[in-house]
C-alpha cells in the first residue's frame, strides 16, 4: 500500500514540475517591444527591471509594429526587405518570415482578420490581401495619392482610411470591392488615423501642422467638422481604453495630447521629450510608453504624477511601441 501511494504521490509531483514553466511564463508580464528603424531590428523590453533584454534582428527598415487582433503575433513591416517579421507577444521569440510583401511601411488587419492592408509609403499604392489564417494573398493593388502614411479599418471590417502624407489627402477604400470610395484634401502631411467605436468619426495627425483634423465619414464621403490644436507636429494615436479618449503624440512640440472624442477638445497635454512617436498604454490606462524618435530611448510617462517616471536605451530611430500587456485599442 506505501508503495502504491508513493509512486502516486511522485508521479502527481512530477505532473506539477511539468507545468510550472509554462504557468511562470503565463504569470509574468509581456515584454515591451520597440522597434528600431535604422538599426533594423527590435528592442525587447522586460517591464519588471526595464531593461533590455535583447535585439531581434529583422530586415532593412522596418517602421511599424502591428499586434494581430487575436493577439498571437507581433508583426513588423520590413519596408526595404520587402517582408513581414512574426514575433510571439508573450515569448518574444521569431514565428517565421513572410516575404513578398512590396514596400510594407504601415500594416494592419481588419477586425475579422479576413482582410491584410499594407500602405506602401515609398511606392504610392495601398495593398489589400486576402488572409486565410496563414498566407496572405495579394487581392488588388491600389494607386493611391503620394505618399500612403497610416490606415485605420472600421470595426465592422468594410473600409479602410488611408493617409496621403505628400499629396494631402485622406482616402477611403470599400474592402469587398478594393475600390477607392472617395477622397478630400487635408491640412499639411497627415500622418496616423483614428475611428471612433461607432466608425461615424475619423481622426488625422497632421504632422506638418499643429493639430488633429476631424472627419465624419457616415456619409457618402468624408466632410472635415473641426480641427483640435493639440501641438505641432501631431503624429501617432493611441486610445487610452476608456472609450472616450484617444492620445496623440505631438513630434515637433515634445507633448502628448489627450483628446476627448465625444467632445473632440483636447482635455490635457503631457511632457514626451525628444520626438514622441508611436506609443502604447499600460493595461490599466496610466502608464505611456512612447518611442522618442531623436533619443534613441523609450520613455514612460506616468499620467497621474505628468511626469517622465524612466527611459530606457534602444536603437536608432526608434519607431513603434507594442505590448501585449496594453489597454484596450478603444
Known sequence: MFVKYFFRFFGLLAVVFLFIPALVQAAAPAPVFVLNSLDGNVSVIDPLTWKETKRIPTGKEPHHLYLTPDEKSVIVANALSDSLTFIDPRTAEVQRTVLGILDPYQLRFSPDMKWFVTAANRLNHIDIYRWDGKEPTLAKRISTGKTPSHVWIDSKSTTVWSTMQDSDELVAIDLATQAVKWRVKTGPMPADVFGTPDDKTVLVGLTGGEGVEVYDVSGKEGRLIKTIKTGKGAHAFRATGDRRHVFVSNRVA?????????????????????????????????????ASRW????????????????????????????????????
Not at 266 to 286: I, N
Not at 299 to 313: E, L, P
Open 254 to 290: 515634445n507633448t502628448i495630447s489627450k483628446i476627448d472624442y465625444q467632445s473632440f477638445t483636447a482635455v490635457d497635454t503631457f511632457p514626451a521629450p525628444a520626438g514622441p512617436d508611436c506609443m502604447d498604454v499600460s493595461a490599466d490606462g496610466r502608464f505611456i510608453m512612447v
Open 295 to 330: 533619443a534613441k530611448k523609450l520613455t514612460v510617462i506616468d499620467t497621474t504624477s505628468r511626469t517622465v517616471v524612466r527611459q530606457v536605451n534602444v536603437g536608432k530611430s526608434p519607431h513603434g511601441v507594442w505590448t501585449l500587456d496594453h489597454a484596450p485599442r478603444q
